[in-house]
């Protein structure tokens, strides 16, 4: 099981998550969007396309733009299957160990 984990909360839980350039994407349906609120952020892949932010929020602390999306990524990225997947950084540790595919 994979876990994205900040300031001692488990912010995503998933079997498998994409790995693209490093980064896990959890699917967005394994992440708890209690700890999330969006940002007005935007940044340019340019590959991926356009990616969009969110704020966590745990126990009254921000860490802000510390997880990002594609909402819509560009052709190339549509082949790593990223739409709908949420990637973390900015001290959020992601562990655990993929289990193998079904």
Same mark, same amino acid.
Do not use: D, Q, S
């Given at each position: 099981m994979m876990r &994205? %984990?900040? @300031?001692? &909360? %488990?912010? &995503?839980?998933a079997p498998r998550t994409r790995v693209v350039e490093g980064n896990h994407?959890?699917?967005q349906d394994a992440v708890r969007q209690e700890f999330l609120r969006g940002s007005s952020t935007r940044s340019l892949c340019p590959w991926k396309g356009v990616a969009r932010y969110?704020? !966590?929020?745990v126990d009254g602390?921000? @860490?802000?733009d510390a997880a990002w999306y594609?909402?819509? +990524?560009? +052709? !190339? &990225?549509r082949l790593v299957r990223i739409k709908d997947h949420v990637a973390f950084w900015n001290? %959020?540790?992601v562990e655990g160990t993929q289990e193998p595919k079904p």
């Open positions: &994205a %984990v900040w @300031n001692g &909360a %488990v912010i &995503a839980e994407y959890f699917p969110y704020t !966590l929020t602390m921000e @860490n802000p594609y909402p819509g +990524p560009w +052709p !190339l &990225a001290g %959020v540790r």
